[in-house]
């Protein structure tokens, strides 16, 4: 596997592609570029300038996360095969600069959910949280006032104010898409782009829904093993592959992460691995990557990707804010690097275990 870190760009991170090169065992970035629209053609030029920057700081670009999606795609609006063209241009840039992996979700409106992006915890840290009580009590138009104080100045991903002014209407194009129709939708676009992926060696990774059951009434398709399966099956291309989110999945505690990991051989391209600690089962927090912080057995999530034999990019998922740092929520650098040592610790242990047996 390769350790890597999320990097939104110079002009939106406010941690540096410096900072990351000196976190120990951390080799290269996930990236994007993140003042492109969905449906934009991303073009050559823009990608090599991108991926030149990150090497010239002594990474690689492991991966994209993410290249979004046009809501005309996800809805099956008369128009998407025209984004769906605009998608396949893309893919077939990256292709050509080297790039092979390619994160992205098809959740409806909201990219993921939040209640709360500063929840102090006991030691004075704080974090991402959801409660179920306080999305049953909100008008989804006003989802984004309700969190946009604690952005700290920056611009979170699936969060845009331009997208958030356009809730309504969203949801508007959203009122007749169900699991099935949605669900359908996707295999579409898979089928349609998978010859680019096969051409180039594009690995397309969907990350799971966030959290992992229907907000505002809006469907869900990627939260459990058996719908994940399920598209396994549906396009059964080597590309059609996943990122497992171990904070998205976990979010139902009905899904058992390591056998999830262990059904999808093969198909796991990516790897986000974070901690939650569950107040009850809707009502949750990030929490340190440790295992004792949260309700995850770390431990076990690592070895299940170890024995599938994954060697993709991973990289550690939201972190606490600490030490006093500001920076965008879940995105900063302090706790994300101590994430970072920590998996790549229980990896090297899970590792020589394995060789000692040999």
């Known amino acids: 596997m390769q350790m890597t870190l999320r990097w939104y760009g110079s002009k939106y991170d406010t941690v540096t592609l410096k900072q990351i090169r000196q976190i120990p065992g951390v080799t290269g970035v996930v990236t994007t570029?993140?003042?492109?629209?969905?449906g934009e053609v991303w073009e050559r030029e823009r990608i090599r300038a991108l991926k030149e920057e990150v090497e010239a700081a002594g990474l690689t670009v492991a991966g994209i996360e993410s290249v979004n999606?046009?809501?005309?795609?996800?809805?099956?609006?008369?128009?998407?095969?025209r984004y769906i063209d605009a998608y396949i241009e893309t893919l077939k840039n990256l292709g050509m600069e080297g790039l092979r992996l390619v994160c992205y979700n098809f959740m409806p409106v909201f990219d993921w959910t939040r209640t709360e992006l500063a929840r102090v915890r006991e030691d004075g840290s704080t974090v991402l949280a959801y409660t179920q009580e306080a999305v049953d009590a909100l008008d989804p138009e006003k989802m984004f006032d309700s969190i946009a104080g604690d952005m700290n100045g920056t611009v979170m991903p699936g969060w845009e104010p331009e997208r958030m002014a356009r809730?309504?209407?969203?949801f508007g194009l959203y009122k007749d898409v169900d699991e099935e129709r949605l669900f359908s939708n996707l295999v579409y676009f898979l089928e349609r782009?998978?010859?680019?992926?096969?051409k180039f060696g594009i690995?397309?990774?969907?990350h799971p829904d966030d959290p992992a059951w229907s907000v505002f009434g809006l469907p869900r398709i990627i939260n459990s093993k058996k719908n994940i399966l399920r598209l396994m099956e549906a396009v059964d291309d080597p590309h059609n592959g996943v990122t497992f989110c171990s904070g998205s999945y976990g979010t139902d505690l009905n899904n058992d992460l390591p056998d999830?990991?262990?059904s999808l051989k093969g198909r796991v391209h990516f790897a986000h691995v974070r901690n939650l600690r569950f107040n009850t089962p809707t009502d949750f927090e990030e929490a340190a990557h440790l295992s004792s912080d949260g309700s995850f057995d770390m431990y076990e999530i690592m070895k299940a990707l170890y024995e599938i034999g994954f060697d993709g990019p991973i990289r550690p998922d939201h972190g606490r804010m600490i030490w006093d740092e500001v920076a965008m929520p879940g995105y900063g650098l302090y706790d994300r690097a101590l994430g970072a040592a920590y998996l790549n610790g229980l990896w090297e242990a899970i590792e020589k275990a394995d060789?000692?047996?040999e």
């Open 355 to 357: 060789k000692e047996r």
């Open 203 to 206: 690995k397309m990774a969907i």
């Open 167 to 170: 809730v309504k209407e969203l």
């Open 260 to 262: 999830m990991i262990r």
């Open 193 to 198: 782009i998978m010859p680019v992926c096969d």
């Open 69 to 81: 999606i046009h809501d005309a795609i996800k809805t099956g609006a008369a128009e998407r095969d």
């Open 33 to 38: 570029l993140y003042d492109t629209q969905p």
